[in-house]
């Protein structure tokens, strides 16, 4: 049992490590003026391989290879698939990227 609460606190650590290098891999791409999309691709890349090494060699401790692999890229998949979703208008006349969080609605909810 002890282990596994490791085993969680390490899995935690790595999620947020995985979530601030994505995060400053987004910001300072478009802060550098590549286009929201190729930036949220290397974000997500970025904190993919981060993820996947760090919990397979630290949080795990894994061994095998293959298999693991291609379930890693297929949750990558569904889940850079929903944060598209997500963060894109789904209004027809709209169909460049805006995150919700400059939405004008959003805007006004907050203040």
């Given at each position: 049992?002890?282990?596994?609460?490791?085993?969680?606190?390490?899995?935690?650590?790595?999620?947020?490590?995985?979530?601030?290098?994505?995060?400053?891999?987004?910001?300072?791409?478009?802060?550098?003026?590549?286009?929201?999309?190729?930036?949220?691709?290397?974000?997500?890349?970025?904190?993919?391989?981060?993820?996947?090494?760090l919990n397979r060699a630290w949080?795990?401790?894994?061994?095998?290879?293959?298999?693991?692999?291609?379930?890693?890229?297929?949750?990558?998949?569904?889940?850079?698939s929903a944060n598209l979703v997500?963060?894109?208008?789904?209004?027809?006349?709209?169909?460049?990227?805006?995150?919700?969080?400059?939405?004008?609605?959003?805007?006004?909810?907050i203040a």
């Amino acid at each position: 049992m002890k282990n596994l609460l490791f085993q969680l606190v390490r899995y935690s650590w790595v999620g947020l490590l995985n979530s601030g290098l994505g995060l400053f891999v987004i910001w300072g791409l478009m802060l550098a003026g590549i286009g929201p999309y190729v930036a949220n691709v290397a974000g997500f890349a970025a904190g993919l391989t981060l993820s996947f090494f760090l919990n397979r060699a630290w949080t795990f401790r894994a061994q095998d290879a293959g298999w693991p692999v291609f379930r890693f890229l297929l949750a990558f998949a569904i889940a850079y698939s929903a944060n598209l979703v997500i963060l894109t208008p789904h209004s027809p006349d709209e169909r460049r990227f805006r995150p919700i969080a400059t939405h004008d609605s959003m805007g006004k909810s907050i203040a």
